[in-house]
């Protein structure tokens, strides 16, 4: 898949920006510190995805002082056939958000996938030492672009998640009742269960090949695993549903407590062992790195795989961050791919790219030189 085009109306520090990528597939994005260059992939991210790689509100989407904004892009698919996404998000006179595809007019959800991408964040670079949320996101992220179901599933998760967690506040406050919470409990069991088991499945493809990957990156650990933290052992959806449903009985009084849902999938995690200890404990910063970029190449195996569509490669900020060799192990890695690269200072020896020059809110083709 590759961006032909991209409107942006509205978002974030873009009044109005409209641009067509022209040839060639490695695209980087430089300007200094604040100029956009994060809001542009983030752009990208929503239309991939329907939210914000940054897990931010809509609102704050919104440039200040207006009251709705436009994402659009046209897309060329591997086999050349040209599709347009566009997304519309409205604060005033109420909160809605529509999309289309083609311009035919389809709920936000069920946009997820046809703009398959694969991101790279500067937080991605302490993965498997930082906040689980991320490690989530991850999960979720690859999932909801690969299965509809799984999409549905996180999305109604997400709902009664909410629901649930209100109506604890509303009973530790006296003004809710405690027999309510079995049909929120029931609907998070079962969703639940669904996003437990597509991660699960997930890990088990992505296990298969990471050790290859990391050898191909010069890491030999041995008995290389992907596990899943969670509570719980059942393997079924029908087992993973019933041991869901339990904990949420089990933990209701301490969730009383706290006012908010404390067993569940959105608590779940996951981490990389070798030998059987944990690469956060023993491998070095740089080495941690190695591993974040042999699951990002996962990743994108992953998405073509399943999509039978290369996925778009957003790297925001990152690429500074990687000595050389990796570098130009990720450039020869992600060929054949459209890749749009952020960064602050010109990066020697990436090959041909395109440079934009990226300033308050415009967007400037520099040419096509040898990396800037
Ligand atoms: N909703 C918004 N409306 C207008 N400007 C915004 C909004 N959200 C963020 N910004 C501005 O966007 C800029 C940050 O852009 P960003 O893409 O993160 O920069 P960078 O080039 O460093 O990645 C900041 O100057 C911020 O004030
Ligand atoms: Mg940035």
Redesign the pocket.
């Known amino acids: 898949m590759r961006l032909a085009s991209l409107v942006l109306e509205q978002f974030?520090?873009y009044l109005s920006l409209e641009f067509t990528f022209g040839e060639g597939d490695l695209h980087v994005l430089q300007?200094?510190?604040?100029?956009?260059?994060?809001?542009?992939l983030?752009a990208i991210s929503i239309l991939s995805s329907g939210r914000s790689f940054l897990s931010a509100e809509e609102d704050?989407?919104?440039?200040?002082g207006h009251d709705y904004y436009r994402l659009r892009a046209s897309l060329l698919s591997d086999a050349a056939e040209e599709q347009t996404i566009e997304i519309v998000s409205q604060r005033l006179p109420r909160r809605a958000r529509v999309g289309f595809v083609n311009d035919v007019r389809l709920p936000v959800g069920r946009l997820t996938g046809v703009l398959p991408a694969v991101t790279f964040l500067p937080q991605d670079l302490s993965l498997f030492s930082g906040s689980p949320a991320r490690r989530r996101d991850l999960l979720n992220d690859l999932l909801v672009q690969v299965s509809p179901a799984f999409a549905a599933s996180l999305a109604a998760y997400q709902k009664l998640l909410k629901q649930r967690n209100a109506l604890l506040r509303r009973i530790r406050e006296g003004t809710g009742r405690a027999q309510d919470l079995a049909v929120w409990e029931e609907g998070l069991a079962r969703e639940g269960a669904v996003i437990t088991l597509g991660h699960l499945e997930l890990l088990q493809v992505l296990q298969c090949t990471l050790e290859e990957e990391l050898r191909a990156l010069g890491e030999s650990w041995r008995s290389v695993r992907l596990v899943y933290d969670r509570h719980g052992g059942a393997t079924t959806q029908e087992g993973i549903e019933r041991e869901l449903l339990h904990d949420l009985l089990h933990f209701r009084e301490r969730d009383l407590a706290i006012g908010s849902t404390t067993a569940g999938p959105h608590r779940h995690d996951w981490r990389i062992e070798a030998d059987d200890r944990s690469l956060a404990s023993f491998a070095s910063r740089g080495q941690q790195r190695t591993a974040v970029l042999a699951l990002l190449f996962l990743q994108v195996s992953y998405m073509e795989v399943r999509r039978g569509e290369k996925p778009i490669i957003l790297l925001?900020?990152v690429f500074s961050e990687l000595d050389q060799a990796h570098q130009e192990c990720l450039m020869a890695s992600l060929e054949g791919h459209q890749v749009l690269l952020?960064t602050?200072h010109a990066v020697p020896g990436i090959g041909s790219a395109t440079v934009w020059e990226?300033k308050e809110g415009t967007l400037k083709e520099q040419g096509v030189g040898r990396g800037a």
């Open positions: 974030r520090s300007g200094p510190n604040a100029a956009g260059k994060t809001n542009l983030e704050d989407l919104i440039a200040w925001d900020d952020t602050t990226v």
